[in-house]
């Protein structure tokens, strides 16, 4: 607590504790003049005293996990807003000769190398092969040498054989893969093409892919980046909508009690037992229709933001609102119920405070710690559903990307592009564990009532 | 005791009510009209579902009519993925694999999930505590479709454990990668609460008569405290059933699994609104129902709550 940390004053009222320091007679007129100027600043505590905030930021840096959540968080924010800034591609930017490309890539001389041996054995492929009236040509010069005739079947034997074997040359196929383990060429990290490999090379600067790219030839890290920061950005909006919602209707319902609160309070227990995901889909797939039809030729305020957030995202967090604010108001009308009765309102009331006062210095910060955890906590919860129905189709529209939809996308070419789908999944989960860990600190350092 | 079920009896059926009231309200919001896809069907068939449905009258009186329809079992049909197939029997042939993969994923859930609670409050402080809480806090942060995809992507195809489709083969094998990517999340949620529920239960007094009278201590932890930390695990059970309904949805599209979750996310892509809206009311009743279920027999289990009183 912090009131305990405090030193106590010292000098006014420092009890000397001998035996004249009892003996009244001892004591002078002198005892019970107003205090002086210097005996006045000691009152002042030796440090200054420390806000609730410096107090509950010196337990959350004790809190090892939560600080190394709360670097890996700041980490992820940074790559996220700041890293698109850096890299010189764009999230919607068709990298043509870029396609599919692995977060690897071979050297320049590598690619020669292969393309060398490929132009070789191609050479030699051409070489040993015939074409089909070279090889019936043949067989009639050897028939006639061993002095008989090809029949019509036999003719058309040879001809069929030889233009498979011109097709395709089976099983020994030479491609760019067996070249490259046949030479055992060594992969660099991130991904380059090969015109990029050649600018690079005539000293131009290049940028590297180094998540690779997707099929269009787009750059997957950007995308990353910019899926993190849809994902970051619904969190925060879908917590702050949570926050004023469940503010504004927890502290009404606890507040005016009787028959008000018992209304309200059905009302909430009626939108807790709907399964809210459920309801969720159903309202953003049904809202995000609606939208496109109302707004698509729309020029106002409300048009030009439907436009440029995505009808989809704004469906999302209308639904998100519209369920997710039930938990919120019921902790906050809690508190209010419970610190309305506690003895230090009270006694703050009887000690002539205001009603504005009581709230202020006492109901508040009382329950702001609660009030910001929970909010907090909304932001993982917020992404974990976004991305949810992102994966399912619902979330947000094309070009513009989450984690999500990266996810979805990734799906299709899993076996061959197993990174497509395994960063933007680890980054997700990297998220969201850290928000959760950051939030389970802020609870612990908030209200350190609750830590058990 | 009746006077409670029969207060929560009207309360889930209130919800149930307000859930197809919305619907309802929805699929009057969705522009044009929902019943028809965009190729123009024929006028006779337009005339037929707009008759059907009472298109041509009044909003309120179109309400009492799907209202009357539903509880009559009538979903309408589907528009899109199986033209003209009826809704409710689309259900009533897809749920049952969802349910049977759900069930035996939640059942793997509880009972995993409880006994690693018990091994990390058994064991608290120590390694094998921290590396379970490390896995279960890894857990409830993973979306689903991350679990999914993952284990798809490590543990199946060729000249591996598991097959990549559902339907390609009929062995147990198929069912074990669903059921564990589904349970996986729900798993470390009851994990967490356990460990949560068993460390309050053994700092109570029974437990330390039940020392004192010299029980070792597996007994005590599996005996005394169990009991008595299981039933807060109930109250969890309710939401995690809600939880794997609708992780079944991910779950069923990773694995391409011909169940109703997956359908869902069909229908939803396909923009096929009476199967959304249909799906939407019943998996939203049996949710509630189910949440009903549990909370009534957490109170029968626990006779120390006080039924008179919402907790």
Redesign the interface.
């Known amino acids: 607590m912090a009131e305990e940390k405090r030193v106590r004053p010292r000098k006014p009222f420092s009890l000397h504790l001998n035996e004249e320091a009892f003996d009244f007679g001892i004591l002078s007129g002198e005892s019970f003049a107003p205090a002086n100027q210097a005996e006045k600043e000691g009152f002042i505590p030796d440090r200054a005293p420390t806000s609730y905030w410096k107090d509950a930021w010196r337990r959350f840096r004790k809190n090892t996990v939560a600080m190394v959540a709360l670097t890996l968080l700041v980490l992820i924010i940074l790559f996220a807003f700041v890293g698109p800034m850096i890299v010189p591609y764009r999230y919607d930017q068709f990298n043509k000769g870029a396609e599919n490309l692995h977060p690897w890539h071979y050297s320049l001389e590598d690619l020669q190398l292969v393309d060398q041996r490929l132009d070789e054995a191609r050479e030699k492929a051409e070489q040993s092969k015939m074409t089909p009236e070279e090889a019936l040509a043949e067989a009639r010069a050897k028939a006639e040498a061993e002095g008989r005739k090809l029949s019509l079947m036999e003719e058309v034997n040879i001809k069929n054989q030889a233009k498979q074997a011109s097709v395709g040359d089976g099983e020994e196929q030479i491609t760019e893969e067996s070249v490259i383990k046949e030479l055992g060429l060594k992969t660099q990290p991130f991904g380059y093409s090969r015109a990029e490999l050649e600018r690079k090379a005539a000293g131009e600067k290049v940028f590297p892919h180094v998540f690779g790219t997707d099929g269009f030839g787009r750059d997957n890290m950007v995308r990353t980046m910019i899926g993190a920061r849809v994902s970051l950005l619904v969190g925060v909006c879908a917590a702050i909508l949570v926050l004023i919602i469940g503010a504004l209707y927890g502290s009404i319902s606890g507040y005016c009690g009787g028959t008000v609160d018992a209304v309200m309070q059905r009302i909430v227990?009626?939108i807790q037992?709907?399964?809210e995901?459920?309801?969720i889909?159903?309202?953003s797939?049904?809202?995000k229709?609606?939208f496109?039809?109302?707004l698509a030729n729309s020029t106002g305020v409300i048009g030009t933001l439907f436009h440029t957030v995505g009808t989809n995202v704004i469906a999302m967090f209308i639904a998100f609102g519209a369920l997710y604010w039930v938990t919120m108001s019921r902790i906050i009308r809690g508190q209010i119920l419970q610190l309305k009765q506690q003895e230090y309102v009270t006694a703050a009331r009887a000690l002539g405070a205001r009603g504005g006062r009581i709230i202020k210095k006492h109901l508040l910060p009382n329950c702001v710690g609660q009030i910001v955890t929970t909010t907090f906590l909304q932001i993982?919860s917020a992404i974990?559903l976004e991305?949810?129905l992102s994966?399912?189709?619902?979330g947000v529209d094309t070009p513009m990307t989450s984690l999500?939809s990266m996810?979805?996308d990734a799906?299709g070419g899993?076996?061959s592009y197993?990174e497509r789908?395994l960063f933007p999944?680890a980054l997700?989960?990297?998220m969201?564990?850290c928000l959760?860990?950051v939030g389970d600190g802020l609870r612990d350092a908030l209200d350190p009532k609750l830590k058990? | 005791m009746a006077k409670y079920i029969l207060k929560r009896v009207l309360?889930?059926l209130?919800?149930i009510f307000?859930?197809a009231s919305?619907?309802f309200f929805?699929?009057k919001?969705?522009?044009?009209n929902p019943f028809l896809s965009e190729k123009n069907p024929p006028q006779s068939v337009i005339d037929n579902l707009n008759a059907k449905y009472g298109l041509d009258k009044s909003v309120p009186e179109q309400y009492v009519m799907y209202m009357n329809n539903l509880i009559h079992g009538d979903l309408g049909v589907s528009i899109k993925t199986q033209k003209n197939y009826p809704v409710a029997r689309i259900i009533t042939e897809m749920f049952p694999t969802s349910a049977k993969i759900g069930a035996i994923a939640i059942s793997w859930a509880v009972i995993v999930g409880v006994l690693l609670g018990c091994i990390s409050a058994y064991y608290r402080g120590k390694a094998a505590d921290s590396a379970l809480r490390v896995v279960s806090?890894?857990g409830?942060?993973?979306?689903?479709?991350?679990v999914a995809?993952?284990l798809?992507?490590l543990l199946c195809?060729d000249g591996k454990p598991f097959p990549v489709l559902f339907t390609s083969t009929t062995s147990w094998r198929r069912y074990v990668l669903p059921c564990l990517a589904l349970g996986f999340y729900p798993m470390c949620y009851i994990a967490r609460q356990t460990r949560?529920s068993m460390?309050d239960a053994l700092g109570q007094e029974y437990i330390k008569t039940a020392r004192a009278k010299g029980l070792n201590t597996k007994r005590i932890v599996l005996k005394h405290a169990l009991r008595n930390a299981f039933i807060p695990v109930l109250t969890y059970l309710g939401p995690q059933i809600?939880?794997t309904?609708?992780g079944g949805?991910?779950v069923e599209?990773?694995f391409s699994i011909p169940g109703l979750g997956r359908y869902f996310?069909q229908a939803?892509?396909n923009?096929d609104?009476p199967v959304?809206?249909g799906t939407?009311i019943f998996?939203?009743s049996f949710?509630?129902i189910m949440?009903l279920i549990v909370d009534l027999l957490y109170k029968v289990v626990d006779p120390r709550i006080d039924l008179t009183k919402e907790g």
Not at chain 1, 391 to 394: C, F, N, S, T
Not at chain 2, 29 to 32: E, F, S
């Open positions: 227990e009626v037992s709907v399964p995901v459920l309801v889909l159903l309202i797939v049904v809202l229709e609606r496109n039809e109302t993982p974990f991305s949810f994966y399912l189709g619902v999500g996810c979805t799906l899993m076996t197993p789908l999944a997700l989960s990297v969201i564990l959760n860990l058990k | 309360m889930a209130l919800t307000a859930i919305l619907t929805l699929m919001a969705i522009p044009g806090t890894l409830i942060s993973m979306p689903g479709f991350v995809t993952l798809l992507l195809g949560t460390l809600a939880f309904l609708t949805f991910v599209k990773v996310v939803i892509t923009r609104y959304i809206m939407t998996l939203a949710v509630i949440n």
